[in-house]
């Protein structure tokens, strides 16, 4: 279909081992659900959770990683919503920023969330020195 993410099209074919998991994927839209941020580095086409369940099934996945792409900020929503088409086999890696509450990191730890992005690249900044400090104010958290 055009405008949606492309799909494999190379079969497997060895043995995937138990519980293989792709360990980072995005979800993107549906657009009007879930805003871009203005100031992206890329705009990309849809790519839904159903398109990924027929990748990974394709590819023979049991498990899966959705990671918070940089089009939606500190916006977790489309994460939430593609780890939710997952039950029980999903985890997620959030964006956070200094405007984050302790309460959403509870929501974020209690919705399978288990790792968190640093995004200093995805305001063009190439110097690990913000990002460095943002942690570390994290930390403390």
Same mark, same amino acid.
């Given at each position: ?5 492309? !799909? ?5 074919n060895f043995d995937m ?10 979800i993107f839209g549906p657009?009007? =659900? ?5 100031? =992206? ?6 790519? /839904? ?12 996945? *049991?498990? @899966? ?8 900020? #500190?916006?977790n929503h489309a994460t ?10 999903? =985890?997620? @890696?959030?964006?956070?920023? *200094?405007?984050?509450? *302790?309460?959403? /990191? *509870? $929501? ?23 990002? !460095? $400090?943002?942690? !570390?104010?994290? !930390?403390? #958290?």
């Amino acid at each position: 279909m055009p405008g949606l993410a492309p !799909q494999p099209s190379t079969p497997v074919n060895f043995d995937m081992p138990a519980g293989a998991c792709d360990c980072h994927s995005h979800i993107f839209g549906p657009p009007d =659900r879930f805003p871009m941020v203005a100031k =992206r580095l890329y705009t990309p086409p849809p790519a /839904l959770p159903e398109e990924l369940a027929a990748m990974h099934q394709f590819c023979h996945f *049991e498990r @899966v990683v959705v990671v918070t792409p940089s089009i939606y900020g #500190s916006d977790n929503h489309a994460t939430y919503y593609g780890m939710a088409a997952f039950p029980g086999v999903a =985890r997620g @890696v959030a964006v956070i920023d *200094e405007n984050t509450p *302790e309460k959403e /990191l *509870e $929501k974020l730890r209690a919705g399978g969330v288990r790792g968190i992005r640093l995004g200093f690249a995805m305001a063009s900044v190439t110097d690990p020195g913000p990002a !460095q $400090k943002d942690w !570390q104010g994290y !930390q403390g #958290s």
